[in-house]
């Protein structure tokens, strides 16, 4: 039973990455444009308005349940907008 459901894990670890390697893209090219708060426009074929704080994007694979590259392009923008935590090591 587990070798049938395998094949369909591995496709859909596929077009996750897929799609995450397509919203690297959007983002390399300037594509990604936040409008305030939590909103983002992002343009794909057509320009989506994508809501990070409610995960949420208007392109037709977000209406079908599926992760869209709009959603993570604009997750990826503000993850790279916010300063990474330095670690400081203290010995005594």
Same mark, same amino acid.
Not at 46 to 51: A, W
């Given at each position: 039973?587990?070798?049938?459901?395998?094949?369909?894990?591995?496709?859909?670890?596929?077009?996750?990455?897929?799609? =995450?390697? *397509?919203?690297?893209?959007?983002?390399?090219?300037?594509?990604?444009?936040?409008?305030?708060?939590?909103?983002?426009?992002?343009?794909?074929?057509?320009?989506?308005?994508?809501?990070?704080?409610?995960?949420?994007?208007?392109?037709?694979?977000?209406?079908?349940?599926?992760?869209? *590259?709009? =959603?993570?392009?604009?997750?990826?923008? @503000?993850? @790279?907008?916010?300063?990474?935590?330095?670690?400081?090591?203290?010995?005594?």
């Amino acid at each position: 039973m587990k070798t049938k459901t395998l094949p369909k894990r591995l496709e859909a670890v596929e077009a996750f990455l897929s799609r =995450l390697e *397509k919203a690297k893209a959007l983002l390399r090219e300037g594509r990604v444009e936040p409008l305030g708060g939590s909103l983002y426009l992002v343009q794909g074929s057509r320009p989506y308005l994508v809501d990070l704080e409610e995960a949420s994007c208007t392109c037709p694979d977000w209406g079908r349940g599926h992760a869209c *590259k709009h =959603l993570m392009a604009a997750y990826l923008h @503000e993850k @790279e907008k916010k300063p990474k935590e330095k670690r400081v090591e203290v010995r005594v």
